[in-house]
Each structure stands twice: as structure tokens, then as C-alpha cells.
């Protein structure tokens, strides 16, 4: 569907063969990347005016299964991925929890917007890198967080519209 690296080098460009609208990127800034060179990522400030925005011209659509995966460095809690954020439709991708005792947070909602299931896994390493992605398969009905490749948590989805 897409690939977005968002680093100091690409920017906002998808490097798919699907040449989706590059994403607008706001108050960011190039930062050293999980291999360590410089620009291979971005930065976010941790503020509300820093973001990254994907247009979905239709080609991003997914019905029967979805994987995000992403490199995250967080320091904070806050959303690393949020769909359509003035609702909770679609999938929201976030780091909840107080101060030694973070998680990442998942919740896969169906299109009118009811919460099929949310999932929570207590192996978020912060200020490390993570190689975070998480998976929804309608046909087997299981949503996956992996952290660096390994299943950390996984739940049977109560609904499947």
C-alpha cells in the first residue's frame, strides 16, 4: 500500500510503487535514525504542532488486514499513529501509561467507529529504539503487536464487520 521511511533525506515520500501523496510533515526536525546516521529519521517535538499527516487518496483503504510498522524512539507518552484524529475510527497506534509503566496501546475500531478490541503491551523500551508493528487479520480475527519481530501481545477481536 505505502511505504513512508520519514527521514531527514525522504521526507514525506512514499517510496512504493503506489507513488501515494507524500506526507506533510510539521514542525519536525531530521534526527539520527536507529542505525545511527544522521537524517535517517525524523524528530517530533512532543508537541501538538508536530505531526505527520498522510492524504488517502483511497489507495491506503484497507477492509481485511492491516500492518503498521515503525521505528519509534519514545520519550513520552502520546500517539505514535492516529487515524483520523478528531475520532477514534480506524486504528490508533499510541505509548499510554504513567512514568515506569508505559505501554503500547492499540485499538482497531470498525468503520461506524465500534471498538472491536484494544490492545496493550507492557514492552515498550523507552528513550531505545523500537522496531514496533502491529497487525489485523479480519478473515483469522487477531490483532498482533510485535516488538523487534517477536509477538508481545495478541487477542482473539470480539467483532468483525
Not at 512532543?46 to 489507495?59: E, H, I, M, R
Not at 477492509?63 to 519514545?74: A, D, M, N
Not at 480506524?90 to 504513567?98: I, L, T
Amino acid at each position: 500500500m505505502a511505504t513512508y521511511p520519514l527521514s531527514g533525506a525522504l521526507g514525506g515520500r512514499d517510496i512504493s510503487p503506489n507513488k501515494n501523496p507524500r506526507a506533510r510533515l510539521r514542525n519536525v526536525k531530521p534526527g539520527n535514525g536507529p542505525d545511527g546516521l544522521p537524517s535517517g529519521a525524523i524528530k517530533l517535538s512532543g508537541s501538538p504542532d508536530s505531526y505527520v499527516s498522510f492524504t488517502n487518496n483511497g489507495k491506503l483503504d484497507t477492509v481485511s488486514e492491516i500492518t503498521i510498522t515503525v521505528w519509534v524512539k519514545p520519550k513520552s507518552a502520546g500517539p505514535i499513529f492516529h487515524y483520523k484524529p478528531q475520532t477514534w475510527r480506524g486504528v490508533h497506534v499510541w505509548v499510554v501509561g504513567r512514568p515506569g509503566q508505559r505501554k503500547f496501546f492499540v485499538r482497531f475500531s470498525t468503520r461506524s467507529g465500534k471498538t472491536v478490541q484494544a490492545i496493550r503491551s507492557s514492552h515498550v523500551k523507552m528513550g531505545r529504539w523500537n522496531y514496533l508493528a502491529v497487525t489485523y487479520d479480519k478473515k483469522k480475527g487477531v490483532g498482533t503487536i510485535w516488538r523487534n519481530g517477536i509477538p508481545v501481545a495478541q487477542v482473539l477481536m470480539k467483532h468483525r464487520d
